[in-house]
Protein backbone atom coordinates (compact mmCIF):
# COMPACT_ATOMS: atom_id res chain seq x y z
CA UNK A 1 0.00 0.00 0.00
CA UNK A 2 1.57 3.58 -0.71
CA UNK A 3 1.28 5.79 1.74
CA UNK A 4 2.00 9.48 1.31
CA UNK A 5 4.45 10.58 4.13
CA UNK A 6 5.88 14.31 5.23
CA UNK A 7 9.33 14.81 6.25
CA UNK A 8 10.56 18.21 7.64
CA UNK A 9 14.51 18.02 7.48
CA UNK A 10 14.31 15.97 4.63
CA UNK A 11 17.19 17.64 2.83
CA UNK A 12 20.10 15.89 5.43
CA UNK A 13 21.15 13.23 7.80
CA UNK A 14 18.35 11.70 9.63
CA UNK A 15 15.74 13.13 7.66
CA UNK A 16 16.98 12.54 4.49
CA UNK A 17 17.35 8.49 5.26
CA UNK A 18 14.38 8.19 5.88
CA UNK A 19 12.96 9.79 2.82
CA UNK A 20 15.59 7.35 0.82
CA UNK A 21 14.16 4.79 3.04
CA UNK A 22 10.30 5.28 2.55
CA UNK A 23 10.93 6.46 -1.31
CA UNK A 24 12.24 2.96 -1.85
CA UNK A 25 9.54 1.14 -0.77
CA UNK A 26 7.41 2.89 -2.88
CA UNK A 27 5.46 5.15 -0.77
CA UNK A 28 5.51 9.17 -1.89
CA UNK A 29 7.79 11.33 0.52
CA UNK A 30 6.90 15.20 0.61
CA UNK A 31 10.12 16.62 1.73
CA UNK A 32 10.46 19.98 3.71
CA UNK A 33 13.69 21.80 4.33
CA UNK A 34 15.32 25.16 4.04
CA UNK A 35 16.74 23.71 0.66
CA UNK A 36 16.75 20.63 -1.39
CA UNK A 37 13.24 19.96 -0.80
CA UNK A 38 9.82 19.33 -2.16
CA UNK A 39 8.59 22.04 0.00
CA UNK A 40 11.18 25.30 1.72
CA UNK A 41 10.04 26.60 4.46
CA UNK A 42 12.04 27.84 7.99
CA UNK A 43 10.39 26.75 10.65
CA UNK A 44 11.50 29.45 12.69
CA UNK A 45 8.81 31.80 11.46
CA UNK A 46 5.28 31.64 11.46
CA UNK A 47 5.22 32.29 7.60
CA UNK A 48 7.50 29.09 6.76
CA UNK A 49 4.80 27.64 9.30
CA UNK A 50 2.32 28.74 7.76
CA UNK A 51 3.86 27.98 4.15
CA UNK A 52 4.48 23.95 5.03
CA UNK A 53 0.84 23.79 6.01
CA UNK A 54 -0.71 24.96 2.71
CA UNK A 55 2.06 23.84 0.51
CA UNK A 56 1.31 20.40 2.35
CA UNK A 57 -2.24 20.74 1.30
CA UNK A 58 -1.85 21.59 -1.95
CA UNK A 59 0.30 18.98 -2.61
CA UNK A 60 -1.46 15.66 -0.93
CA UNK A 61 -4.58 17.20 -2.26
CA UNK A 62 -5.62 17.08 1.52
CA UNK A 63 -4.61 13.97 2.89
CA UNK A 64 -1.36 12.27 4.19
CA UNK A 65 -0.75 9.34 5.71
CA UNK A 66 2.20 10.17 8.52
CA UNK A 67 4.23 13.27 9.88
CA UNK A 68 7.75 13.03 10.84
CA UNK A 69 8.71 16.30 12.56
CA UNK A 70 12.54 15.96 12.47
CA UNK A 71 14.19 19.22 11.47
CA UNK A 72 16.40 20.71 13.96
CA UNK A 73 19.68 22.56 15.03
CA UNK A 74 21.94 22.29 17.75
CA UNK A 75 23.61 25.74 17.45
CA UNK A 76 23.31 27.47 20.77
CA UNK A 77 20.91 30.64 19.40
CA UNK A 78 17.25 31.24 19.40
CA UNK A 79 16.72 29.58 16.56
CA UNK A 80 17.20 25.70 18.07
CA UNK A 81 14.56 26.80 20.30
CA UNK A 82 11.78 28.01 17.32
CA UNK A 83 12.73 24.75 14.76
CA UNK A 84 13.38 22.73 17.80
CA UNK A 85 9.92 23.00 19.81
CA UNK A 86 7.55 24.97 18.24
CA UNK A 87 8.37 24.00 14.89
CA UNK A 88 7.94 20.29 15.74
CA UNK A 89 4.65 21.47 17.40
CA UNK A 90 3.79 23.57 14.40
CA UNK A 91 4.31 20.71 11.68
CA UNK A 92 2.95 18.07 14.34
CA UNK A 93 -0.45 20.25 15.39
CA UNK A 94 -0.65 22.16 11.78
CA UNK A 95 -0.56 18.81 9.48
CA UNK A 96 -2.52 16.97 11.78
CA UNK A 97 -6.00 17.87 10.12
CA UNK A 98 -5.22 16.27 7.11
CA UNK A 99 -4.25 12.77 8.64
CA UNK A 100 -7.86 12.31 9.40
CA UNK A 101 -8.39 10.92 5.96
CA UNK A 102 -5.86 8.19 6.38
CA UNK A 103 -6.65 4.36 7.63
CA UNK A 104 -3.69 4.57 9.19
CA UNK A 105 -2.64 7.81 10.75
CA UNK A 106 0.91 8.08 12.56
CA UNK A 107 2.94 10.73 13.59
CA UNK A 108 6.32 11.28 14.90
CA UNK A 109 9.17 13.23 16.02
CA UNK A 110 12.96 13.56 16.14
CA UNK A 111 13.97 14.05 19.96
CA UNK A 112 17.35 13.32 21.64
CA UNK A 113 18.89 11.61 24.04
CA UNK A 114 20.21 15.08 24.54
CA UNK A 115 16.78 15.31 26.37
CA UNK A 116 18.34 13.63 29.33
CA UNK A 117 20.99 16.44 29.97
CA UNK A 118 20.30 19.33 32.80
CA UNK A 119 17.75 21.60 31.40
CA UNK A 120 16.82 25.07 31.88
CA UNK A 121 13.91 25.33 33.75
CA UNK A 122 12.84 28.46 33.06
CA UNK A 123 13.40 27.42 28.99
CA UNK A 124 11.60 24.42 29.35
CA UNK A 125 8.34 25.68 31.43
CA UNK A 126 8.23 28.47 28.34
CA UNK A 127 7.59 26.21 25.91
CA UNK A 128 5.40 23.80 27.14
CA UNK A 129 3.58 27.22 28.25
CA UNK A 130 3.78 27.76 24.55
CA UNK A 131 5.21 31.23 25.11
CA UNK A 132 7.60 31.59 22.01
CA UNK A 133 8.98 35.22 23.10
CA UNK A 134 9.35 34.05 26.45
CA UNK A 135 11.14 31.09 24.78
CA UNK A 136 13.76 32.72 23.05
CA UNK A 137 14.16 35.61 25.42
CA UNK A 138 15.25 32.62 28.01
CA UNK A 139 17.74 31.26 25.39
CA UNK A 140 18.86 34.64 24.26
CA UNK A 141 19.48 35.20 28.44
CA UNK A 142 21.35 31.71 28.39
CA UNK A 143 23.50 32.43 25.58
CA UNK A 144 24.04 36.31 27.33
CA UNK A 145 25.20 34.04 30.60
CA UNK A 146 27.77 31.65 28.65
CA UNK A 147 25.42 28.82 29.15
CA UNK A 148 23.78 28.42 25.94
CA UNK A 149 25.03 24.84 26.03
CA UNK A 150 21.79 24.20 27.81
CA UNK A 151 19.49 25.10 25.13
CA UNK A 152 19.55 21.96 22.67
CA UNK A 153 18.59 19.58 25.92
CA UNK A 154 15.88 21.86 26.85
CA UNK A 155 14.37 21.74 23.34
CA UNK A 156 14.25 18.38 23.40
CA UNK A 157 13.04 17.55 27.24
CA UNK A 158 10.38 20.30 25.96
CA UNK A 159 9.09 18.07 22.85
CA UNK A 160 9.12 15.00 24.76
CA UNK A 161 7.27 15.89 27.43
CA UNK A 162 4.94 17.42 24.78
CA UNK A 163 4.50 14.37 23.14
CA UNK A 164 3.86 12.39 26.48
CA UNK A 165 1.62 15.29 27.55
CA UNK A 166 -0.74 14.77 24.02
CA UNK A 167 -0.30 11.58 22.78
CA UNK A 168 -3.29 9.92 25.21
CA UNK A 169 -5.60 13.00 24.19
CA UNK A 170 -8.50 12.76 22.03
CA UNK A 171 -6.74 14.59 19.34
CA UNK A 172 -4.14 11.85 19.20
CA UNK A 173 -5.10 8.55 20.33
CA UNK A 174 -8.65 9.43 20.13
CA UNK A 175 -8.23 10.16 16.62
CA UNK A 176 -6.28 6.91 16.12
CA UNK A 177 -2.90 8.52 15.42
CA UNK A 178 -0.10 7.31 17.17
CA UNK A 179 2.00 9.58 18.60
CA UNK A 180 5.57 8.85 19.56
CA UNK A 181 9.52 9.71 19.37
CA UNK A 182 12.44 8.71 18.80
CA UNK A 183 15.55 9.78 21.07
CA UNK A 184 19.11 9.09 18.93
CA UNK A 185 22.23 8.90 20.35
CA UNK A 186 25.38 10.17 18.38
CA UNK A 187 24.37 9.62 14.56
CA UNK A 188 27.18 10.70 12.01
CA UNK A 189 25.34 13.47 9.96
CA UNK A 190 26.24 16.89 9.05
CA UNK A 191 25.01 17.99 12.88
CA UNK A 192 27.84 15.91 14.57
CA UNK A 193 30.94 16.82 11.94
CA UNK A 194 32.79 18.16 14.38
CA UNK A 195 32.52 15.36 17.11
CA UNK A 196 32.79 12.27 14.54
CA UNK A 197 35.75 13.28 12.41
CA UNK A 198 38.43 12.80 14.36
CA UNK A 199 38.65 9.09 16.26
CA UNK A 200 40.02 11.82 19.07
CA UNK A 201 36.93 14.13 19.22
CA UNK A 202 34.40 10.79 18.56
CA UNK A 203 36.14 9.11 21.99
CA UNK A 204 35.52 12.59 23.72
CA UNK A 205 31.90 12.72 22.56
CA UNK A 206 30.94 9.39 23.74
CA UNK A 207 32.66 9.80 26.81
CA UNK A 208 29.25 12.44 27.15
CA UNK A 209 27.14 10.02 24.92
CA UNK A 210 27.90 6.46 26.20
CA UNK A 211 27.05 4.60 23.43
CA UNK A 212 28.37 0.42 24.40
CA UNK A 213 26.31 -0.89 22.16
CA UNK A 214 28.08 -0.25 18.73
CA UNK A 215 29.04 2.86 19.07
CA UNK A 216 28.36 5.80 16.71
CA UNK A 217 25.22 5.22 14.63
CA UNK A 218 24.22 5.95 10.68
CA UNK A 219 21.23 7.90 9.71
CA UNK A 220 20.01 4.82 8.53
CA UNK A 221 19.22 3.50 11.65
CA UNK A 222 17.16 5.87 13.29
CA UNK A 223 15.53 6.29 9.63
CA UNK A 224 14.27 2.10 10.18
CA UNK A 225 13.05 3.20 13.05
CA UNK A 226 11.05 6.27 11.97
CA UNK A 227 10.06 3.72 9.49
CA UNK A 228 8.80 1.54 11.99
CA UNK A 229 6.69 3.91 14.27
CA UNK A 230 4.87 5.41 11.20
CA UNK A 231 3.78 2.09 9.74
CA UNK A 232 0.60 0.49 9.30
CA UNK A 233 1.88 -1.76 11.92
CA UNK A 234 3.16 0.40 14.50
CA UNK A 235 -0.89 0.60 15.81
CA UNK A 236 -0.78 0.92 19.86
CA UNK A 237 2.85 2.64 20.71
CA UNK A 238 1.52 5.72 22.17
CA UNK A 239 3.69 8.42 23.85
CA UNK A 240 7.03 6.42 23.62
CA UNK A 241 10.08 8.23 23.75
CA UNK A 242 12.31 5.13 21.93
CA UNK A 243 15.82 5.50 22.79
CA UNK A 244 18.23 4.30 19.56
CA UNK A 245 21.49 5.44 21.15
CA UNK A 246 23.34 2.20 21.89
CA UNK A 247 22.67 1.97 25.43
CA UNK A 248 23.30 6.25 26.56
CA UNK A 249 19.78 6.14 28.25
CA UNK A 250 20.38 3.01 30.18
CA UNK A 251 23.87 4.07 31.18
CA UNK A 252 22.86 7.34 32.44
CA UNK A 253 19.38 6.53 33.89
CA UNK A 254 20.18 3.11 35.50
CA UNK A 255 17.17 2.12 37.81
CA UNK A 256 15.57 5.38 37.80
CA UNK A 257 13.11 4.54 35.34
CA UNK A 258 12.02 1.02 36.64
N1 LIG B 1 22.88 13.68 14.56
C1 LIG B 1 22.69 13.35 15.83
O1 LIG B 1 23.59 12.83 16.52
C2 LIG B 1 21.35 13.58 16.48
C3 LIG B 1 21.14 13.03 17.74
C4 LIG B 1 19.92 13.21 18.36
C5 LIG B 1 18.92 13.91 17.72
N2 LIG B 1 19.14 14.45 16.50
C6 LIG B 1 18.05 15.19 15.87
O2 LIG B 1 17.78 14.63 14.62
C7 LIG B 1 17.16 15.60 13.78
C8 LIG B 1 17.85 15.61 12.45
O3 LIG B 1 19.20 16.00 12.64
P1 LIG B 1 20.42 15.49 11.73
O4 LIG B 1 21.40 14.91 12.64
O5 LIG B 1 19.89 14.72 10.59
O6 LIG B 1 21.01 16.91 11.28
P2 LIG B 1 21.22 17.57 9.86
O7 LIG B 1 21.83 18.90 10.15
O8 LIG B 1 21.91 16.64 8.96
O9 LIG B 1 19.73 17.76 9.32
C9 LIG B 1 18.83 18.66 9.89
C10 LIG B 1 17.98 19.26 8.78
O10 LIG B 1 17.03 20.17 9.38
C11 LIG B 1 16.95 21.30 8.54
N3 LIG B 1 16.53 22.48 9.27
C12 LIG B 1 17.25 23.15 10.23
N4 LIG B 1 16.61 24.27 10.56
C13 LIG B 1 15.48 24.32 9.82
C14 LIG B 1 14.43 25.27 9.71
N5 LIG B 1 14.44 26.40 10.40
N6 LIG B 1 13.41 25.01 8.85
C15 LIG B 1 13.42 23.87 8.11
N7 LIG B 1 14.40 22.96 8.15
C16 LIG B 1 15.41 23.19 9.00
C17 LIG B 1 18.37 21.49 8.02
O11 LIG B 1 18.39 22.32 6.86
C18 LIG B 1 18.82 20.07 7.78
O12 LIG B 1 18.57 19.66 6.45
C19 LIG B 1 17.25 16.91 14.55
O13 LIG B 1 16.02 17.19 15.17
C20 LIG B 1 18.32 16.64 15.60
O14 LIG B 1 18.19 17.45 16.74
C21 LIG B 1 20.34 14.29 15.86
Not at 186 to 195: K, L, V, Y
Amino acid sequence: MTRTYVITGAASGIGAATAALLAGQGHRVIGVDLHDADITADLTTHEGRAALVSHVTELSGGRIDAVVANAGLATESTATVAVNYFGALATLEGLRPLLSGSDAPRAVATASMASLFPVDDELVDACLAHDEPAALHRAQQLIDAGQGGLIYGSTKRALVRWIRRNAATPEWAGAGIPLNAVAPGIIRTPMTDSFTATEESSKAILEMVPMPLNGIAEPAVVANLLGYLTSVENSHLCGQIVFVDGGSDVVIRGDSTF
